[in-house]
Nanobody
Framework: QVQLVESGGGLVQVGASLRLSCTASGRFFKADAMAWLRQGPGKEREVVAAIGWNELTYYTDSVKGRFTISRDNGMNAVHLQMDNLKPEDTAVYYC????????????????????WGQGTHVTVSS
């Protein structure tokens, strides 16, 4: 059974940066497409960024140019570098695993992910 542990959230001001990290266990990590999801106050959960097994990436429009997803297969880790944070980025961020191994795409929907961690809180204050 896969286990995901997120870290790196916090309270920051507008324009600041944060780096989220997620470590995975119990799975053949390098075969998995991974994603960062988020759920803001009163909002539905959405896919923020995803990275396929071959490192092809996807970003939702609102974070393009500000967020960067990366993976470290040697450490079974996936990271989300978030720069120029805005108040609308305030959310609980979750690391997630795609349902299908060896998957890669330039678009992902929330229904494609079956497992996620407990989440890490990101609050951006103005």
């Amino acid at each position: 059974q896969v286990q995901l542990v997120e870290s790196g959230g916090g309270l920051v001001q507008v324009g600041a940066s944060l780096r989220l990290s997620c470590t995975a266990s119990g799975r053949f990590f390098k075969a998995d497409a991974m994603a960062w999801l988020r759920q803001g106050p009163g909002k539905e959960r959405e896919v923020v960024a995803a990275i396929g097994w071959n490192e092809l990436t996807y970003y939702t429009d609102s974070v393009k140019g500000r967020f960067t997803i990366s993976r470290d297969n040697g450490m079974n880790a996936v990271h989300l570098q978030m720069d120029n944070l805005k108040p609308e980025d305030t959310a609980v961020y979750y690391c997630a695993v795609h349902k299908s191994p060896w998957y890669s795409s330039n678009y992902y929907s929330i229904s494609e992910f079956e497992t996620w961690g407990q989440g890490t809180h990101v609050t951006v204050s103005s």
